[in-house]
């Protein structure tokens, strides 16, 4: 039996293609092993969002050629679409595969290993075959609906290694969900680069997402990151839906104007705050999780200390901060006013805390309370997994389950690396 090994990095589209590549490599007979182990073939799902994306990728490619000289390495994701070409100078790397390839990476592994020698550029274009993530790393199981993206914001290298938006078939997506619900998953997870942009036929995003909360099953919904400009009243309305969780990842990049306008976003601070005002009109706990830059180029004192006020006014669940990163293309590359690194790094030093703070604050408030928790990780008598918050849980039981849906009354909040709500049956 052949081994096979994955390492993915970047965003939760990226962590579902990865799914479905390694169920299918399970399911034709190979074994999945960690990617610290000697394996007959390597698949590196690449990110190239930022300077530090590229330089984990390159970690990861020497790693994998240090481990076994004879086995197969694959480089696909982003990165492989946006230094194809530097990737396919190194010799270690057998295949770059990009994107539009990816569902094709087992052909391409099987046909080596029968001798067949195919360049990546000849495999089918397909960005929706990947087929059912049963075998891979998550409980809960990822659709996607949609890749690409039209909105090019000046900091934002993935409208070229992704493509324009391109959405998935309505019937294809439901027939998908209703094959992983028959197979036993409880949770489901909406994912793509743009969903607030689907748009297929007559179908507009909350179209599609009033279809998947109609069908039959115990499972529940969850969203992935979305922009602020998908939102509209309809969708809002769906979020009081029983089988929706009460979790969102909304992207708010900074709380400036005028920075927000240098990013073309689509969207205002003013905009973005109405809307986690009406969403906390449905639920008060709803978690609302977001991204934010810093450093982009101009950004003053006073446009981090307006970022630092939304993060306070806004009560966020989590901050993901991110050091501007200039992508060569893009618009924000030619900009003047560069902020120094220096600069960056104490301001990232300030959100970080501002954020952590507000985190514990948010997750405290759910002590003495329930949550329903999905089980990933369990003995007999502890589970792990997460609330429909999407926020970590253990708690202490008998006979629990994996992929299990419990009751779980709150009792404290262990504060640590990453604080975690304790709880019983």
Do not use: W
């Not at 479905?20 to 698949?43: I, N, R, W």
């Not at 689907?198 to 992935?224: A, M, P, V």
Request: proline share 3%; glycine share 6%; with cysteine.
């Amino acid at each position: 039996m052949k081994k096979v090994a994955f390492k993915t990095l970047g965003c939760r589209l990226n962590q579902y293609e990865t799914d479905a590549l390694a169920s299918q490599f399970q399911t034709k007979g190979y074994h999945l092993v960690p990617f610290d182990e000697s394996a007959d073939v390597y698949v590196i799902n690449s990110c190239t969002v930022t300077h530090q994306s590229d330089h984990k990728s390159r970690n990861f490619i020497n790693q994998a050629n240090k481990r076994n000289a004879d086995s197969v390495l694959v480089v696909t994701g982003c990165m492989a679409n946006n230094a194809k070409e530097e990737l396919e100078n190194r010799e270690e790397i057998n295949y770059v595969v990009e994107n539009d390839q990816k569902t094709s990476v087992y052909s391409l592994v099987e046909a080596h290993f029968e001798g067949e020698i195919i360049h990546p550029s000849k495999l089918n274009a397909d960005l929706f075959s990947y087929g059912s993530t049963e075998k891979g790393f998550h409980t809960r199981s990822m659709i996607k609906i949609q890749d690409g993206c039209d909105n090019f914001c000046t900091f934002c290298i993935i409208p070229s290694v992704r493509g324009r938006a391109t959405s998935r078939p309505v019937e294809d997506i439901l027939s998908n969900i209703k094959e992983v619900i028959a197979q036993g998953a409880k949770e489901i997870v909406i994912t793509g680069v743009n969903i607030g942009r689907y748009d297929f036929e007559d179908y507009k995003f909350d179209d599609l997402i009033e279809k998947i909360l109609n069908l039959d099953g115990d499972f529940r919904l969850r969203i992935s990151s979305i922009e602020p400009d998908g939102f509209g009243d309809k969708f809002l309305g769906l979020l009081s839906h029983p089988k929706m969780t009460p979790h969102l990842h909304l992207c708010l990049q900074s709380g400036s104007e005028s920075v927000l306008l240098q990013m073309r976003r689509m969207y205002t601070a003013k905009r973005f705050k109405e809307i986690v005002d009406k969403v906390r009109g449905y639920r008060p706990d709803f978690n609302i999780t977001t991204d934010i830059i810093i450093g982009f180029p101009n950004e003053s004192d006073d446009d981090f200390s307006a970022t630092c006020s939304a993060i306070k006014e806004m009560n966020f669940g989590h901050v993901h901060t991110f050091k501007y990163s200039i992508r060569k293309g893009t618009r924000a590359e030619r900009m003047p006013d560069q902020i120094d690194e220096r600069i960056k790094t104490k301001r990232s030093e300030i959100l970080r805390n501002l954020s952590e703070a507000t985190k514990l604050e948010y997750r405290k408030s759910f002590v003495g309370k329930e949550q329903t928790v999905l089980v990933e990780k369990c003995n007999d008598e502890i589970g792990k997994g997460y609330g429909e918050h999407y926020i970590p849980v253990e708690f202490t039981g008998k006979n629990i389950r994996k992929n299990t849906f419990y009751k779980v009354k709150i009792t404290s909040l262990e504060d640590g690396n990453e604080p975690v709500l304790k709880g019983e049956l």
